[in-house]
Nanobody, 121 residues
């Protein structure tokens, strides 16, 4: 199983980035997908999740209204559109997959390698 995250980069505060995660080696449509992030010196934290069929989404309060998670089951991809970025959004962003809905952060079956997002002030 591979989860390949991409799309990170350096952006000014107020800007936008779109992360993408391509999944292979698993039956993508039966997995709930999520994005987490980890800033230097901090624990990994939940950002957003989307259920198998894409009908329901969940967001951390810190990103609600600014980030949008979406999935394309035909292409085995999940994305995270990030708007109105803030310096505190700076972190390595990881995609994760699990058949359970919103398991604990350490209970996801599969993790991607992470992509760096840096927001300058």
């Amino acid at each position: 199983v591979q989860l390949q995250a991409s799309g990170g980069g350096l952006v000014q505060a107020g800007g936008s980035l779109r992360l993408s995660c391509a999944a292979s080696g698993l039956t993508f449509s039966v997995y709930n997908m999520a994005w987490f992030r980890q800033a230097p010196g901090k624990e990994r934290e939940f950002v957003a999740a989307i259920i198998r069929g894409g009908g329901s989404t969940y967001y951390a309060d810190s990103v609600k209204g600014r980030f949008t998670i979406a999935r394309d089951n035909a292409k085995n991809t999940v994305s995270l559109q990030m708007n109105s970025l803030k310096p505190e959004d700076t972190a390595v962003y990881y995609c994760a997959a699990d058949p359970q809905l919103l398991p604990g952060p350490n209970q996801y079956d599969y993790w991607g390698q992470g992509t760096q997002v840096t927001v300058s002030s």
